[in-house]
């Protein structure tokens, strides 16, 4: 069994920024892509961002050119750059093995001023 944990979240002022990690127990990392998802509440869990096993990436369209997802597999850990912030991201964020369906327990993201 694969735990994740997520870490990094806070609360921050309208164009700041954080960096989320999520680090993967076991030895399975490496071979499944991973995905960012972000829910508030009374809302449904929605795609922000993902990467394949070859680095490649995508990103929902609210937060292109804002944020980066990046993983270091030696470490198991993916990492979830994201600058200028603007107080609709403030959500839960949560990391996904794909290929698994393992989530981490979610590390809370406040943009406020």
């Known amino acids: 069994q694969v735990q994740l944990v997520e870490s990094g979240g806070g609360l921050v002022q309208p164009g700041g920024s954080l960096r989320l990690s999520c680090v993967a127990s076991?030895?399975?990392?490496?071979?499944?892509?991973m995905g960012w998802y972000r829910q508030v509440p009374g809302s449904q869990r929605e795609f922000v961002a993902g990467i394949t096993t070859s680095g490649n990436t995508n990103y929902a369209d609210s937060v292109k050119g804002r944020f980066s997802i990046s993983r270091d597999n030696a470490k198991k850990t993916m990492y979830l750059q994201m600058n200028s912030l603007k107080p609709e991201d403030t959500a839960v964020y949560y990391c996904?093995?794909?290929?698994?369906?393992?989530w981490g327990q979610g590390t809370q993201v406040t943009v406020s001023s």
């Open positions: 076991g030895n399975t990392f490496s071979i499944y892509g």
């Open positions: 996904l093995q794909y290929g698994t369906a393992y």
